[in-house]
């Protein structure tokens, strides 16, 4: 297990910010044994917690062409038919995965193809699941194609706490099915937009992995 690039600067200040703290508290309260005692246990946690958030575990994909993979850890909280008006305006089965604190953060390439389309949208922070939040909310959207033609729309959401969406990628790239393609800090959701032909794997609820989990298989 790593930690992820992104999270190492935020981890090494706030070891360094826990630590003073730490050794004020033992200049400004000697003796206080169980005061000192409780504020190192609760830094200790406090790091681990934030620690886990930004790990970064490695993964195997089994490549394939006709399935489709998650694009993050979570659970499945939207699977509908609905009208894509950004950029595709058409008519497409949406798979909404939300990730929660304790979700790995990292977005995988749900197929391979080439970026075709990728715009970054500033906005507001409301939580994930809220039903605007896929039109209002910071977020990014990317469009991947196929070497079939077939396009697939993938879209990263902030959350209420998450506000600062990363991404590694930019139009005309290369993208590898389960490769890293971004990262949310902390609570947020990644929509994607599928082909209304394709075979949907998953179920509301169900919890996925990133670039492991299968979501939807694809007729083309």
């Not at 992104?6 to 703290?21: D, P, Q, R, S, Y």
């Amino acid at each position: 297990m790593t930690i992820h690039k992104e999270g190492k600067k935020l981890l090494f200040w706030m070891l360094m910010i826990l630590a003073g703290i730490n050794v004020a508290l033992h200049q400004i309260f000697p003796g206080q044994d169980t005061l000192l005692n409780v504020v190192l246990l609760a830094s200790i946690v406090l790091f681990l917690l934030i620690l886990q958030f930004f790990r970064n575990p490695k993964i195997f994909t089994n490549e394939d062409p006709t399935l489709v993979y998650a694009p993050a850890d979570g659970k499945v909280v939207v699977i509908e038919e609905t009208e894509e008006q950004e950029y595709l305006h058409d008519r497409r089965k949406q798979v909404s995965i939300f990730m929660s604190p304790i979700n790995v953060h990292i977005n995988r390439a749900p197929i391979s193809g080439t970026v075709e389309y990728f715009k970054y949208h500033p906005g507001k922070y409301l939580v994930a699941w809220h039903p605007k939040s896929s039109s209002e909310n910071e977020r990014t959207t990317m469009v991947v194609t196929r070497e079939s033609g077939e396009k697939l729309l993938i879209r990263q959401i902030a959350g209420a706490l998450a506000r600062r969406i990363k991404w590694y990628v930019k139009e005309g790239d290369p993208i590898q099915q389960g490769g890293e393609f971004g990262f949310i800090k902390f609570g947020s959701r990644v929509d994607v937009f599928l082909p209304l032909d394709a075979e949907i794997l998953v179920e509301l609820n169900q919890v996925t992995k990133g670039g492991r989990t299968p979501i939807a298989k694809l007729k083309n």
